[in-house]
């Protein structure tokens, strides 16, 4: 699958999504990219995002 720059647009949507507490997986879905590049993503913007898995405790 080929990468495809993130726009001003979709780094802004990713950090409201963190601040809204969005799993990695709820944002890969509304963003249209892969729990990777959102991993990727929210590490280089600086964000915490939690993992589905990570909120079952």
Do not use: C, Q, V, Y
Request: hydrophobic fraction near 40%; avoid cysteine; aromatic fraction near 4%.
């Amino acid at each position: 699958m080929a990468r495809r720059p993130w726009s001003f647009k979709e780094d802004r949507r990713l950090m409201e999504l963190a601040k809204s507490s969005t799993s990695l997986e709820e944002a890969a879905k509304l963003l249209g990219r892969s729990p990777d590049a959102i991993k990727r993503m929210a590490l280089r913007l600086g964000l915490s995002l939690k993992s589905k898995s990570a909120k079952k405790n």
